[in-house]
């Protein structure tokens, strides 16, 4: 009874939406094993915090530069072209920091990295054309979760490589299943994807290089057509571009520098914002559907508060546990409900240019959001986290006067 109904309520799991699942388990799996460690791995390699922040940025601003073209490109060219080509981009670029002597050349393979992302939009478009508009809550958060089912696993045994190896050592071996596991996505996608445009014109060196010609007129024209509530919701949601370069680079040196959890724990802990990620994603996807888009990104950002205070003060690894339990639960509020904002109010063939200009002027702000950080961190490693509650506290009082459900 129970399989016979979970079928039912997962019936549009299928053709694309399958095969990506199965493609952001490969990525989920290896790469969720080093975002532990990624920053300490840096530091081992020399980078200071600034620097750290700097290569971050310089990542960040790759992805401006081809967001634009790849939002073209999946409204054009269609979604499967450009998906595939690129992942194979994601996996070379790993080659990079598996044999890096020092961090220039983690530099260069975050910076070839994601310019293969590239493809950005294009996946997010054939998302959004995949799930029907009645389960979109729940088929978003599901998108995001299933995909880290196995990935529970990933930090424990990134700590356990991490305790029996050095540092270096042990994140390299990290990347080299990273590297096999983009080579077998890219193959698979390349398979199996079914393109979901309708008479896409074929994908050429040519196109690409007009596309940036074309790109940022479609764009703004596309951006100038979608209703006023999902321009002011995306430019109020623009001051959390600040958040993720905080925790993405600096949570893992704080952790181990200031609260002083061993390296091999810290693995152990990180995977409950996987796991809780993973018991909230159904719940909490049906209360976006149920309750309303508005409400679920309020109630995420409330909930954000004490936990970003509790993750200042912690000092054991009970403290920091909790910490991430309540990120899990906030991560199922606010981004599925801000993509099914989007998606309820945007026509399917401009979703590929809205996702990409909105994805655009988040990369904008995290830009100089990762340098600042770097140089908070620097002075005082508590004060980009205390900034944290500021911007918080601020975007609820924004959210609950200037948007619309």
């Known amino acids: 009874m129970f399989i016979e109904r979970l079928k039912d309520e997962l019936y549009f799991i299928r053709g694309n939406l399958l095969i990506l699942l199965v493609t952001w388990t490969l990525f989920n799996f290896t790469y969720s094993m080093s975002f532990p460690y990624f920053s300490p791995f840096l530091k081992e390699l020399g980078a200071s915090p600034f620097i750290i922040g700097f290569i971050n940025s310089m990542g960040y601003l790759m992805l401006i530069f081809v967001r634009i073209p790849g939002s073209h490109i999946a409204d054009e ?14 996996a070379l670029s790993t080659l990079f920091i598996i044999f890096a002597p020092d961090w220039r050349w983690v530099l260069l393979g975050v910076i070839l990295s994601n310019l293969s992302l590239i493809y950005q939009p294009a996946m997010e478009a054939m998302t959004a054309d995949s799930i029907p508009s009645d389960v979109r809550g729940v088929g978003f958060a599901l998108m995001r979760v299933i995909p880290q089912v196995f990935s529970i696993a990933s930090p424990i045994i990134a700590g356990y490589i991490v305790g029996r190896l050095d540092l270096v050592k042990g994140v390299k071996l990290i990347y080299i299943t990273i590297f096999l596991a983009s080579l077998a996505a890219a193959i698979l996608r390349y398979l199996y994807l079914e393109e979901t445009l309708e ?5 050429n060196i040519g196109g ?3 596309s940036y010609k074309e790109s940022l007129s479609s764009i703004f024209e596309a951006w100038n057509s979608i209703p006023k509530n999902i321009k002011i919701l995306t430019f109020i949601m623009l001051i959390t571009a600040f958040e993720d370069p905080v925790f993405i680079q600096f949570a893992s040196l704080y952790v181990l520098d200031v609260i002083s959890i061993p390296k091999d724990q810290w693995g152990y802990a990180f995977s409950l914002l996987t796991l809780s990620s993973l018991i909230f994603a159904w719940p909490l996807g049906k209360f976006v ?6 409400k679920s990104i309020l109630l995420g950002f409330l909930l954000s508060l004490p936990a970003t205070y509790l993750f200042i003060i912690s000092r054991n690894i009970i403290h920091l546990s909790l910490v991430l339990i309540i990120y899990g639960a906030t991560s199922n509020l606010i981004g599925p409900a801000f993509q099914a904002f989007v998606t309820d109010h945007t026509p399917k063939e401009l979703r590929g240019r809205v996702f990409g200009v909105i994805g655009t002027l988040n990369l904008m702000g995290e830009v100089p959001a990762s340098i600042l950080a770097g ?5 005082e490693p508590s004060s980009p986290f205390y900034l944290l509650l500021f911007i918080d506290a601020a975007l609820i009082i924004m959210i609950y006067l200037f948007v619309e459900e």
């Open 199 to 203: 008479n896409p014109k074929r994908l």
């Open 208 to 210: 690409l290089i007009s």
């Open 77 to 90: 060219y269609g979604r499967k072209q450009i998906i595939v080509v690129m992942t194979f981009g994601v």
């Open 289 to 294: 559907d149920k309750y309303g888009r508005k």
């Open 375 to 379: 140089y908070l961190y620097g002075i």
